[in-house]
């Protein structure tokens, strides 16, 4: 009973800081478009009925390219890749990083609805710190200055971010997290992954090996097809505002 309890009370803080992370990371956000918003003297509203009308659409699209998440030959089996942050990096460019968030956000609550979990949310809320790496500096850059080379260079500058930041995340919360709500040893987890790539042999050496290089390639992935198509849509989606 004692050991019950316990669990669930690990599961719950878990769920809480899940909420924080959320909560902060929108914060900031809004944050950001308030203060440009200040500067370049806009009055425009942050959410209309059409602009949530096309953040619920982007969201649904970003929920299937997440389901849709394929294994990766360096890393061991339970990091995958998906395309989930394509129409997330989208609707950044479109609406701002708070309505990036959203669509983040709304991302995760809709693939827990139709899929459930097989982390204990742990793979979710890594998708959403993560992914909200990537869209965050990417949508402040592009916030202040539109244009195509600016796009660019948010593109590539949210790119490394989320290297970095999704990398150190693993290593000191994430992979810790997931050892301790599964009760597995993270020497174990680590075995996962030399059985994968031999240099792999710490935590350290798995999110370098593994974890930095699957962040790059999806970064780089998002970014080109929406260096690519942005353009086309823009039109679209801003007559939707």
Known sequence: MNELMKTIGENLIF??????????????AYG????????????????TTKKIAVIGMLSAVA???MILEMPVPFAPPFY????SELPVLIGTFAYGPAAGVLVE????ILKLLVKGTSTAFVGEL???AVGCSFI????????????KKTA???????????TVIGTAFNAVYLLPKFAQLFGMPLEAIVGMGTAINPAINSVTTLVVFAVAPLNLLKGSMVSLITLLIYKKLSPILKSSR
Do not use: H, W
């Open 15 to 28: 769920v809480l800081e899940f909420l924080a992370v959320i909560v902060a990371i929108f914060l900031v």
């Open 63 to 65: 929920t299937v390219l």
């Open 105 to 108: 956000l709304c991302k995760i």
């Open 136 to 147: 965050l500096p990417a949508g402040i850059i592009y916030l202040f200055k539109k244009s």
């Open 126 to 128: 890594a998708n959403f």
């Open 32 to 47: 950001v478009e308030k203060l440009q918003q200040k500067k370049s003297g806009s009055t425009e509203r942050f959410l």
């Open 80 to 83: 995958k890749i998906d395309l």
């Open 152 to 162: 660019v260079i948010a593109s590539v500058t949210g790119t490394l971010v989320m």
